[in-house]
């Protein structure tokens, strides 16, 4: 019955017109008995086909509006199909993208009650959307801002537009997920606030990725500080050797040879010069040895410490170059650990290598300052100044090494240049233990 009702309903729907048609003919047979049996004027068939002017026009003038109005009320139905057709393709394009959504979705009221939810938040969450609809949403996907003033609910009621935040989620009866949530506010159509849309993106594997990275970053930098560790140690024993086995031969041959020019005929003027030819040699390969020992250890950094090194290579820079050094030291005396030493002394080598190299400078300012917390260098020039090109260029490997140096021992790097101004560099060591950055 109905179905017999509903088709009877759609059937009218379809044929207004034709029913103020037929509306219309049925008040003219109508008007035709009125006129035969009430006015006793006419017969009926007369009364139907022949009707007075005045009385046809009148009948005309009720069937037209009869049909008017089946026009009208057509076109409305027609509209009012087209609309619900158009209601219905939104909602299903609207279903369609959330339930497909490769992020996980919910719809949540504003008394925290889940009003919907997508597949993939159920498969994240470990629920069904029987379990899930109509059911609190710190209930079904918890995190640590639940009951907070930091719940992404309760800053839209709060009125935020748009609140996005990483947070660890805890599954149904499972392990904690990292997510990045977005909530939006959702409306009804006269703009009154029904509650939230709330997307999650699930970034376990981000996390676990970045995680890797870190570990390897880490192992990295560690086998870097063994290395480079393993390499000062080595100079430092090459440049004793050099400095004891080689010089001391030198020193003993500079001897012997001093015993036999003593010993030589002053007549034999050839044989003499070259003898002190050969003393003159020796005592240059003396100083050479001297030289090549310092720079692959200098004695001053274990001996005297930073500040004496820093000033002694400024000085044999300024030699080599002609650039002139001007040092500030804060204190006179800085005594670090060997570690951080030997990173600020060769951080400070690399800074005057590159200014030899590329600044075209003609004045060094150096900056040496320890406070209770750190050590800092700032070694300043004023050439060309270097381009930001030149600061990110992954061909840099001395800026690298600066870099790795100072992160190494939880430090920090800043380099910046102005053009035909200068470059500075400014490094920030820790004096305590502290973990490197990764």
Known sequence: MKQAITNFIRLVYDRFILIGIGLGLVFWIIESIMHVYVFHRLDFLHSVF???????????????????????????????????????????????????????????????TILRANKTFCDLAGTTKGEAVGKKCYDVFRGPLCHTDGCTLTRILNGEERVECDVEKIRHEGPKTPCIVTATPFRAPT??????????????????????????????????????TAREEERTQVAREIHDELGQALTALKMELHWCIQRLPENDKLLVEKANALSGLIDTNVQLVQRISSELRPGLLDNLGLSAAIEWEAGQFQERTGIECDIVCSPDDIVLD?????????????????????????????????????????????????????????????????????????????????????????????????????
């Not at 999650?200 to 063994?226: P, V």
Request: aromatic share 6%; hydrophobic share 40%.
């Open 50 to 112: 022949s009707p007075g002017l005045h009385e046809a026009w009148m009948r005309m003038i009720i069937g037209g509006m009869f049909v008017s109005f089946g026009a009208y009320a057509q076109w409305l139905m027609n509209a009012r199909r087209r609309a619900e057709a158009a209601v219905r393709l939104a909602h299903a394009e609207l279903t369609q993208i959330f339930e497909t959504s490769a992020d996980a979705m919910r719809v949540v009221d504003r008394d925290y």
């Open 191 to 228: 703009g009154e606030l029904i509650g939230i849309v709330e997307d999650f993106k699930d970034i376990s594997e981000r996390t676990r990725r970045e995680e890797e990275l870190r570990q390897s970053r880490r192992r990295m930098r560690e086998l870097a500080s063994h290395l480079e």
């Open 338 to 438: 060997q570690s951080r030493s030997t990173a600020i002394f060769r951080i400070f080598q690399e800074a005057l290598t590159n200014i030899a190299r590329h600044a075209n400078a003609g004045e060094v300012e150096v900056m040496l300052k320890q406070t209770p917390a750190e050590v800092e260098l700032e070694v300043s020039d004023d050439g060309v100044g270097i381009t930001d090109g030149q600061i990110s260029d992954a061909k840099s490997f001395g800026l690298m090494g600066i870099r790795e140096r100072a992160q190494s021992l939880g430090g920090e790097v800043r380099i910046s240049g102005i053009r035909n101004r200068g470059t500075t560099v400014s490094v920030h060591i820790p004096t305590g233990e502290r973990e490197a950055p990764c």
